[in-house]
């Protein structure tokens, strides 16, 4: 593309950061200190030096990647979720008080290994302990692309349902009492979470889960959060006080709104990632001037790829 089009603003929209994600995966399973250096950070980062800028969707990782990796800020634009703030008012009606609401909800895509690993991690380790506590509790699991190993996890006798997709998560969150995101890897932000926020169901989550999600400075949240991942009896008793205890349900229930007022204002980001891409278009020249290192490796790419169809042409005749 910069072949044809050098004057083109060229923008990279990272979701989340991939290397994070699987170095925190690496962390679980093997038990080691977390290692951000890898050949998927050494690609990330590359793409993310080659293009004039890169969409970040979290905090945590915009200064992850001006700390760690020493990325100029020049080079990077915080781009989180960019919601309605006026979506409650229309969704009103399908709010329910906390004497309407029953059982627990856990919602996320089965095919994304973190909601994967906590799915499991719920059927295998909280729910039972959960309910004990709590005996005519139910907790309904629902996701796209639910395979035959999800619904191996279906037990009505245990009160673990699979429910499969959901036609509308706002909807869906709204009917019941807690959302629990005991996410123990993953990076970015939550769209289970903001969900929750919107529709007014107290989460209890992890500090990955909350991750980028205002927790860290606010004294009231959405929900609640453990001190680790990892920390099994502390993520168990926050969901049975979240859905017993009516004053802190209401508490956090109330808190979930000014967060997304807060956080993920369409209007407020919109008009801020426009104006950036207008100041960048008015000193294109000379911001790629101050990114010298992406000169060379946007460089070294365009010649490994031209000699490459150079060699594939040779070799088809």
């Avoid at 969704?91 to 799915?119: C, Q, S, T």
């Avoid at 209890?204 to 991750?211: A, L, R």
Wanted: glycine content about 6%; some cysteine; proline content about 5%.
């Amino acid at each position: 593309m910069h072949e044809h089009c050098p004057d083109a603003i060229n923008i990279l929209d990272t979701q989340d950061l991939h290397f994070l994600r699987r170095a925190r995966q690496k962390t679980l399973t093997s038990g080691q200190a977390i290692d951000y250096y890898s050949d998927d950070s050494i690609r990330e980062i590359g793409a993310i030096l080659r293009c004039d800028l890169s969409l970040i969707i979290s905090s945590f990782e915009m200064q992850l990647l001006i700390e760690q990796f020493k990325i100029s800020p020049d080079l990077l634009h915080y781009c989180p979720f960019m919601l309605r703030t006026d979506i409650e008012n229309s969704h009103r009606a399908m709010f329910k008080p906390y004497e309407a609401r029953e059982h627990f909800v856990m919602i996320g895509n089965f095919l994304h290994p973190p909601n994967w690993d906590a799915v499991r991690w719920c059927y295998q380790s909280l729910w039972p302990k959960i309910r004990q506590q709590l005996p005519d509790a139910q907790i309904h699991v629902y996701g796209a692309y639910p395979s035959a190993k999800v619904y191996q996890l279906h037990k009505p006798e245990k009160g673990f349902m699979i429910k499969g997709r959901a036609p509308d998560a706002l909807e869906t969150l709204a009917q019941y009492r807690v959302n629990l995101a005991p996410l123990r890897f993953g990076a970015g932000i939550k769209g289970k979470i903001a969900d929750s926020f919107i529709a007014q169901t107290p989460c209890v989550s992890t500090p990955i889960g909350s991750e980028g999600m205002g927790f860290e400075k606010n004294k009231s949240w959405g929900g609640l959060v453990t001190d680790r991942s990892d920390n099994e009896q502390q993520f168990i008793q926050y969901a049975v006080d979240l859905y017993a205890q009516k004053s802190l349900w209401q508490q956090c229930s109330d808190a979930g709104h000014p967060l997304i007022h807060q956080l993920f204002d369409e209007t407020q980001h919109t008009h801020r990632f426009i104006k950036h891409l207008h100041v960048l278009n008015d000193s294109l020249s000379e911001h790629r001037k101050n990114n010298f290192l992406g000169q060379i490796l946007r460089h070294n790419l365009y010649r490994s790829q031209y000699f490459m169809s150079k060699w594939i042409e040779e070799k088809n005749k």
